[in-house]
């Protein structure tokens, strides 16, 4: 027998360790910090309920629908006060129609009693969103293509209603101001929400509708009640650029400093815009982005727009399954299309952010205006650089001085002697006023810059200050070229981002400039001009896929495992694009005051799809979102201006590499062919549900919990899933896939088939020619084989050319492995 002794404690001691029991058991022993959770519940919303679709009465639908809705969030309260503890939580919103669930404000303890819950199906952490930060109509050709056709910019768009999820829009903008018109939009049913800056006139018919979501955002420490407006007014800016590229009234003058740059137009400007601000200048959460998406598919919208969005992969689950997307599949189940910024994130491989094939996800491109400034040197030579800005002195013909910022510092200081106050320009107490009044200043790109304390406002401030003549930023031979883009300046500026024209200023500097022996300068000799830098030119190779769009193969997690879909889908421009701004501009100081802004990022391709696809949907109402999908896709154009192969930036400075579809998806969008695209490739919501029951190792009961459906149909294949495009990323030995087209045109056309089959391919196509009527569908077989293993994708396409001049491309992606490769 083992004997077993006890310590006899004293009794004090007893009741302290009891009292921490309990203490600690209660949940108050330590401290949680709360989080937002998106909790997806079983059961339909509204949208998908049967009670709400099947009966013949309009009048039984509503009451049906608002029985169910009140049903749901009834259902919704009680869950949350039945499983978590009094005064742990606040519920934030309640998703209602196209998913069933809600978002919550609670710790991880609490989160977790909910993923235990009978009835939920999943909890995601609430990952945050960001945003993926004119002559453009003219690029694309609208005006002499799809406008035309639908009778000039005062019609085009006409009857389509853009929801644009972002920061707000400015109602007070020319873009968005009120106009006449005559189409009835009897299908959409938003509201007008009034608040800070944003009275009840703001929704004036453009504006069609404005609502905003904030419960997420007054969830976290990062909201700012100073600029975060508790209404769907724009205080960053983003929102309003956003919403003016896909619909803003057309022939609007650019004037930035006084200063015209020409007109905008939106891509449909006559498309009604439906505001639904869920980001705010401080902070942006996943939950009032799902909020939006729900209430913006109930209102009606055609299009949702979306030029926020996760910043990478969920972690916990597959890609496809994130709330988020999940919230754009049953959008896309409703019946709107999803256009979706590709990301920033660029070029670094599988960075792309528009994951799912139920949105379109865009890249980014730029076109083929420049704006190009130059620094007139005392001894004749010219360096071009980047500024929009007007002329120094004399219209940029009278020389100044040339003074190197530190050579200007004031030798009895007290500031710190740092480059920020040395050589960057950002405190005027630094500088010797007598030595840079009237003078143009080399500052210099160096540490701050590149850590982000140090900016352009704040050598403008100082030039301002001091009274500059202007100013050069060059750049800096310890960090190397740097990044620029042209921005609006209010003094003469250019910046100079190549270190070997820096090299050519510097030394004409110093051949100039007398200095003493211990090198303090005695004498500046050196002379400068800027010239005028606001005039565009129209040259140069374009469209080029720029730096910073986000590059495939799509993934299916974070672990990066590949996905047999083709990502980014398009690409559009998304360089350097003029659009509609807030003079607000909370986070943008430079642009305080300002009513439009040149920015670049896939936000800015996204509107430029969006509205196209507006342009699509009024010339074939009846067309559903995947119809439109593949009439933007089969209809890119993969060539530039020159007539080469598109090219791509690299991650070097100035430096271009041969593009892929992994760059630009099915190449630049062409309006004039998407329009009237021949045939086209559909997929419904119940294909997508096939798709994701036939990803490798997935789970069946995982795709029910997140959808509610069950995987009956699998694919054979997640490649058979009906997309314009062909996406295997390992290969083993051969695959037969399907597609099937359908003729939307009037006529019945004949098709020639042709293969471009990717590198150590070969592909038979079936039938290799047909004839096909009105309306009629026609499968394709496409069987791939492996002839030689490669260690990366290599890329083809399958081309479709009909007897009345349509062309169908089909882009193909596969990487063929030997068995072996398979089974590593």
């Known amino acids: ?41 079983e059961g339909d919303g509204v949208a998908f309920h049967a009670a709400s679709q099947n009966e013949n009465s309009s009048i039984i639908i509503r009451n049906a629908s608002k029985e169910h809705e009140e049903h749901l969030l009834e ?35 609490q989160a977790k009693r909910l993923k235990a819950t009978p009835g939920v199906k999943l909890v995601e952490k609430d990952r945050g969103v960001k ?68 009275p009840p006139e703001s929704c004036n018919g453009k504006i069609i509708s404005a609502k905003y979501f904030s419960a997420g955002a007054q969830a976290t420490p990062k909201f700012n009640a100073s600029v975060d407006f508790l209404s769907p007014f724009d205080a960053d800016g983003h929102g309003s650029h956003v919403a003016s590229i896909a619909a803003g009234n057309a022939g609007v003058p650019v004037e930035v400093n006084g200063f015209c740059y020409g007109q905008a137009s939106g891509m449909a400007p006559r498309a009604r815009i439906a505001v639904y601000k869920a980001i705010y200048s401080s902070v942006g959460t996943m939950a009032d982005v799902v909020a939006a998406i729900d209430q913006a598919v109930q209102d009606g919208v055609d299009i949702i727009s979306l ?125 010797d006023p007598t030595k840079v009044f009237g003078s143009v200043i080399i500052c210099n790109f160096s540490e701050g810059f590149v850590n982000g304390t140090s900016t352009v406002a704040g050598i403008i401030s100082t030039a301002k200050a001091l009274g500059f003549e202007g100013f050069i930023l060059t750049a800096n031979p310890s960090y190397g070229d740097y990044i620029a883009e042209p921005i609006p300046f209010s003094i003469p500026g250019i910046l100079i981002p190549s270190v070997a024209d820096t090299k050519i200023i510097e030394k004409y500097y110093e051949e100039r400039t007398k200095r003493d022996e211990k090198g303090t300068v005695m004498e500046f000799g050196a002379m400068a001009s800027k010239t005028e830098g606001r005039v565009a030119s129209f040259k140069g190779r374009s469209p080029v896929v720029s ?22 889908d398009i690409l559009a421009p998304g360089h350097q694009i003029w659009a509609a701004w807030s003079p607000f501009s909370a986070k943008q100081p430079m642009l305080t005051g300002h009513d439009f802004a040149l920015l670049s990022g896939t936000s800015m391709a996204a509107p430029h799809v969006a509205g196209i696809a507006a342009l699509i949907k009024q010339y074939n109402p009846s067309w559903s979102p995947s119809m439109i999908a593949s009439a933007i896709t089969t209809t890119g154009t993969k060539y530039d201006n020159l007539g080469d192969p598109m090219m791509a930036e690299g991650y070097k400075v100035n430096t271009l590499h041969p593009s892929t579809p992994f760059d630009f998806g099915a190449g630049i969008v062409n309006p004039s062919r998407a329009i009237n695209p021949g045939l086209v490739l559909s997929s419904d919501y119940q294909d997508f549900i096939s798709f994701l029951c036939s990803l490798p190792n997935i789970d069946p009961s995982t795709i029910t919990a997140a959808t509610g459906e069950p995987c009956n149909n699998p694919f054979d294949y997640p490649s058979n899933l009906n997309l314009p495009s062909v996406t295997i990323s390992a290969l083993r030995g051969s695959i ?59 890329f083809g396409e399958i081309v479709l050319t009909g007897s009345l001049d349509h062309i169908v491309r089909i882009t193909l992606s596969v990487v063929p492995v030997s068995v072996e490769q398979h089974k590593l």
């Open 75 to 109: 259902s919704h309260n009680m869950l949350l006060q039945s499983t978590l503890e009094s005064g742990s939580y606040n519920k934030l919103h309640s998703f209602k129609h196209i998913i069933n669930g809600f978002s919550v404000h609670t710790t991880p303890s």
């Open 547 to 568: 730096r910073f769009s986000s590059r495939g193969p799509d993934i299916i997690d974070a672990n990066k495992s590949l996905a047999d879909v083709l990502k980014p």
């Open 307 to 431: 030029s926020i969005g996760p910043n990478g992969p969920p972690q916990d689950t597959i890609t496809f399954l994130s709330m988020f997307d999940i919230s754009l599949l049953f959008a896309r189940k409703a019946g709107v299309l999803v256009v979706q910024a590709a990301g920033n994130n660029g070029p670094s491989p599988s960075s792309v952010v528009s994951f799912s094939p139920w949105t379109v996800g865009v890249a980014a491109c730029n076109t083929d205006r420049r704006y190009t400034s130059s620094i007139l040197l005392g001894n004749g030579q010219v360096i071009d650089g980047i500024g929009l800005s007007g002329p120094s002195f004399g219209n940029g013909t009278i020389l100044r001085k040339l003074v190197l910022a530190k050579d200007a510092v004031k030798t009895n200081g007290t500031f710190p002697w740092t480059p920020e106050y040395l050589e960057e320009c950002q405190h005027p107490e630094a500088l």
């Open 131 to 198: 945003k993926m930060t004119t002559y453009t109509p003219d690029f694309l050709d609208l005006p002499q293509g799809v406008w035309a056709q639908e009778g000039g910019d005062k019609n085009a768009g006409d009857g389509v209603v853009i929801g644009v999820i972002d920061s707000g829009i400015n109602p007070l903008h020319p873009s968005f101001g009120p106009q006449t018109f005559s189409t009835n939009i009897s299908h959409f049913s938003g509201a007008c929400e009034t608040g800070p800056h944003f």
């Open 736 to 794: 037969s896939v399907r597609r099937t087209v359908m003729n939307v045109g009037n006529t019945t056309e004949t098709y020639l088939g042709s293969v471009l089959p990717p590198n150590g391919t070969s592909i038979n196509l079936n039938p290799t020619w047909f004839t096909i009527s009105p309306q009629a569908t026609q499968d394709l077989e496409i069987n791939i084989n492996v002839n030689q293993p490669m260690e990366n994708f290599s």
């Open 1 to 41: 027998m083992v004997k077993i002794s006890c310590i006899a404690l004293p009794p004090l001691i007893i009741f302290i360790i009891l009292m921490i029991f309990v203490f600690m058991s209660s949940g108050f022993g330590f401290h949680e910090e709360k989080s937002i959770y998106l909790v997806l519940l």
